[in-house]
């Protein structure tokens, strides 16, 4: 059975990276036979570049429908970004991934199936060791998704190897009850919305996906390590006391 499909984009000074990506989407939507619509939101997260100006620039140049662009500023994190694209999503299902396109959309034909198995959350892994997948990761990710992994622990989610993988699935009436429920919107935002599907009783899969290094990261080793630490240790305890 078909169904209609939102792609979140959070972007964040992405205007060097970004149109090659939606150049892809849209190459894929014009052969798209999986879905009856695909559309594209662009949240630009306050971005001081000219990524606002390049993507309406895009949007005009090749006169495609279903891509649209929210921007506003300041800054907000791109949790904000993600869960105001999930708020603003008319579909059934809803995908989104990271501005550099590191996982190429056509990678959601290996998250589908699960949907239709019954899972309403469905993330894309690094991870996960598959013949027919292709991973090539800096080491420094690598680092920070092993410290990671270990803190997931407190939450009781450490069964998801690769948590913060920027290429996740949900069923769009799961991603709005999220949305409204968050409380995290800086880095560690992919682990409140596990921990939120995981107490909502939502059956969530991983499945391995192809993801290519793309120059222009903003990861960093030591600061981001820091940052994942104190933010699950704030969802940890905000939801033990706010229950």
């Keep these: 059975m078909k169904k ?24 894929y939507v014009a052969k798209n036979s999986l879905f009856d619509e695909i559309k594209t939101i662009v949240i630009d997260d306050g971005s001081t570049d000219k990524t606002k100006e390049a993507v309406e620039e895009w949007i005009k140049s090749k006169l495609v429908n279903g ?17 105001d694209g999930f708020l603003k999503a008319d579909s059934e299902l809803i995908l989104y991934t990271d501005a550099d396109g590191a996982s190429p959309i056509s990678e959601i034909e290996k998250l589908l199936p ?3 198995k019954g899972f309403t959350v469905v993330c894309g892994s690094r991870v996960l060791k598959n013949e027919s997948v292709s991973v090539k990761m800096a ?22 190897k690769d948590t913060q993988c920027g290429f996740k699935l949900f069923e769009a009436n799961v991603a709005k009850k999220i949305a409204k429920a968050q409380k995290c919107f800086n880095f560690s935002f992919d682990i409140e919305y596990l921990y939120l599907s995981r107490k909502m009783g939502c059956k969530i899969n991983e499945v391995p996906i192809n993801w290519y290094h793309v120059k222009g990261s903003k990861v960093n080793l030591v600061i981001d390590s ?5 933010e699950v240790l704030k969802i940890r305890f905000y939801y033990k006391y706010n229950t």
């Design 67 to 83: 891509f649209s662009i929210v921007s506003y500023k300041p800054n907000k994190g791109k949790g904000y970004a993600v869960r």
């Design 114 to 116: 699960e949907i239709d």
């Design 226 to 230: 820091i940052k994942m630490l104190v």
């Design 4 to 27: 209609t499909l939102t792609i979140i984009i959070p972007a964040f000074n992405e205007e060097n990276r970004i149109l090659k990506n939606l150049n892809e989407i849209n190459d």
């Design 139 to 160: 080491l420094k990710r690598r680092v920070i998704g092993l410290v990671f992994h270990m803190l997931l622990g407190l939450l009781k989610l450490n069964f998801i």
